[in-house]
């Protein structure tokens, strides 16, 4: 199987800086496209980032200019700088991958999540 765990969040005042990371683990062929997704409090989980294994990005408006996606192919790893912090950007941060990977006996494709990792910035 596979396995995704976030690491990097925390209390940080706004206008501040936290990088989130997400490793992948597990009998991993190919990593396809990474994001990062986030879910408020009442909210609906909402997409913030996504890079594809060519490293192409693409951000929500609400994030761009202050978020930067980015990955490590070599260590299956995909990384969220958050620059310029708002308290509206507080919310469990959750990665996402698309992987080909051995499942049993047999080459499965398919999307996987992390656990999440809670980001609070504070007014």
């Known amino acids: 199987q596979v396995q995704l765990v976030e690491s990097g969040g925390g209390l940080v005042q706004a206008g501040g800086s936290l990088r989130l990371s997400c490793a992948a683990s597990?009998?991993?062929?190919?990593?396809?496209?990474m994001g990062w997704y986030r879910q408020a409090p009442g909210n609906q989980r909402e997409l913030v980032a996504t890079?594809?294994?060519?490293?192409?990005?693409n951000y929500v408006d609400f994030v761009k200019g202050r978020f930067t996606i980015s990955r490590d192919n070599a260590k299956n790893t995909v990384y969220l700088q958050m620059n310029s912090l708002k308290p509206e950007d507080t919310a469990v941060y959750y990665c996402?991958?698309?992987?080909?990977?051995?499942?049993?006996?047999?080459?499965?494709?398919?999307?996987?999540w992390g656990k999440g990792t809670l980001v609070t910035v504070s007014s």
């Open positions: 597990g009998n991993i062929f190919s990593i396809h496209t």
């Open positions: 996402n991958a698309d992987v080909t990977a051995q499942v049993s006996v047999y080459m499965t494709r398919r999307a996987y």
């Open positions: 890079i594809t294994e060519g490293g192409s990005t």
